[in-house]
């Protein structure tokens, strides 16, 4: 996220158990569904600069942020996406669905 100038510090995401410098299989936080805005707002306290989605679980979640991203969006998504004006992103290859 060094790219868009997002520090670290406010990135949410699944985090795994690290086992000497490895990450393993076992989860230690997994945001999902309605838990993804609460999350978010517990961890990052304040205005959230970016989200990226790809259900309609991740609505509320996308709806928080300045910058909301629908990738390779399911197609409720696509849809709430569209109504919303939100920027979406098709991996090359994917394209979007008809």
Do not use: C
């Amino acid at each position: 996220m060094k790219h868009f100038g997002i520090p670290e510090s406010r990135i949410l995401a699944a985090k795994v158990e690290i086992d000497g410098g490895i990450a393993t299989d076992r989860l230690i936080r997994v945001p999902s569904g309605p838990g993804k805005p609460e999350a978010l707002r517990e961890v990052v306290g304040k205005g959230i600069d970016a989200a990226f989605g790809n259900s309609r679980w991740d609505a509320e979640m996308l709806a928080m942020a300045k910058h909301p991203f629908a990738v390779n969006p399911n197609p409720d998504l696509e849809s709430i996406a569209r109504e919303q004006g939100w920027r979406i992103y098709f991996p090359e290859g994917t394209g979007p669905r008809s």
